[in-house]
């Protein structure tokens, strides 16, 4: 018989269909001893699905209870575990609420949710309302495992209806009983509107809707939600003429950056922007098509002319060796000037026009090639009700991180 390292060889790599005939005590044992590998450990307790040996139990709830353990194998063994009634005292203790280690709070929540806590309601709901979708998938998990032990009727009771969080589960068990949401596409909350579209899947209904509904963001919701069941740009286009076509107003930002960062960014923004964002994006034109390495032999061909011995450009993941963005960097003297992929837009490092001594004549070089300079002024502009993911953040950003936006 192989052994768990030849099975599992690697970090990444497990033989999870040979783990699964594997022996069971045996898998018990490896998992049960912290000097392993946690990365071994952890194939090991998936392979223990519905076969743990009813002496090992006690010992498995050990490892769960052990703070000194890693946190992906309690995190595992919970999930293992989650039908141990004798788990419950442990999970709703206070001492529970000092947990810290990555992932552990959340999948102790869900557990709670799991063996019928309905104390654990409110905070499974808040859960499930979260931008992540991992910590999202564990709130619902929780949250449907509390429904299916008690009925919708009973757990509703233990939410209310004043947190956004309530009222996106309440909007949920609605749904998934057949109910028509379409109401709540006026929800004073984005998140819970943009949930309402999402689940919304009667095009004529929405059609309706959009025709009385009771503010502009939500007939705009209704027709984002409409161009998704449809994809009919005309009908999405004739419904935001008849709006007056709302948009966000953002003093200091010109048509030309506002055009390249609504088609880069409103498509895939955040729930809690504002829906005349995404709208915008569908029913305006894109920027026109542009060769990007022309763009960079261009700009140059601009710094070389300025005498400032330009260096050859280098994409922003490749700078940062890590993640990417929507821009190139051209090291340039004793500065670095920043060129868009966004469009003909090129900037300082640090978004800043006197960043290094050749910014000044950097500046004067690319605009003279052609190309919009963002200065401080410009670039520090925030684009209010775009909500886009940035580092962990998922708040509006200014002009300047937006055209010249990395992500490790």
């Known amino acids: 018989m192989r052994t768990i390292e030849t099975l599992v060889p690697e970090a990444g790599r497990a033989d999870a269909v040979a783990l699964r005939a594997h022996d069971a005590d045996e898998l018990v044992r490896y998992v049960a001893d912290p000097a392993h590998p946690w990365w071994r450990r952890r194939p090991c307790v998936h392979a223990l699905a519905g076969r743990v040996p009813e002496r090992a139990v006690a010992g498995l709830l050990g490892r769960v209870r052990d703070p000194g353990d890693v946190a992906e194998i309690r995190i595992a063994l919970l999930d293992l575990l989650a039908d141990r009634e004798e788990l419950l005292p442990w999970l709703v ?40 979708p991992r910590m999202q998938a564990l709130g619902e998990a929780g949250l449907d495992a509390l429904v299916a032990r008690y009925g919708v009727d009973a757990v509703l009771d233990g939410v209310g209806a004043e947190r956004p969080e309530d009222r996106a589960f309440r909007l949920r068990m609605r749904h998934r009983a057949g109910q028509d949401v379409t109401d709540a596409l006026a929800d004073a909350d984005r998140g819970v509107a943009w949930l309402a579209q999402s689940l919304v899947s009667d095009a004529d209904r929405l059609r309706d809707y959009a025709g009385r509904a009771p503010t502009t963001e939500a007939r705009l919701w209704a027709a984002y939600a409409l161009h998704r069941l449809t994809g009919d740009a005309a009908e999405t286009r004739a419904l935001y003429d008849g709006l007056g076509r709302p948009r966000v107003e ?14 880069a960014y409103a498509g895939g923004c955040q729930r809690n922007s504002d829906p005349r964002w995404r709208v915008e994006a569908l029913c305006t034109d894109p920027p026109l098509p542009q060769d990007g ?13 300025a005498g400032l011995g330009p260096r050859h450009p280098v994409s922003a993941g490749e700078h940062h060796q890590q993640g990417e963005g929507t821009y190139h960097v051209i090291e340039c003297g004793e500065g670095r000037v920043l060129i868009s992929t966004l469009g003909r837009f090129a900037t300082g490092d640090g978004h800043d026009d006197g960043a290094g001594e050749g910014a000044p004549r950097a500046r004067a070089a690319l605009e003279g090639a052609g190309f919009r300079w963002i200065d401080q002024v410009t670039g520090s502009v925030r684009v209010t009700g775009l909500g886009v993911y940035y580092f962990g953040d998922r708040e509006p950003l200014d002009i300047a991180t937006l055209l010249f936006y990395w992500q490790d």
């Not at 992932?103 to 104390?119: F, Q, S, W």
């Not at 953002?250 to 088609?263: N, Q, S």
């Open 250 to 263: 953002v003093p200091g930002l010109e048509e030309e950056p506002r055009r390249a960062i609504v088609h």
């Open 293 to 305: 390495e022309e763009r960079l032999r261009r700009a140059r061909t601009a710094l070389t002319a």
């Open 93 to 132: 203790h206070e001492d529970r609420r000092r947990e810290s280690s990555y992932g552990m709070p959340e999948a102790i929540l869900k557990a709670r949710g799991l063996l019928g806590d309905r104390t654990a309601t409110a905070e499974l709901a808040a859960l499930a309302a979260s931008p992540w």
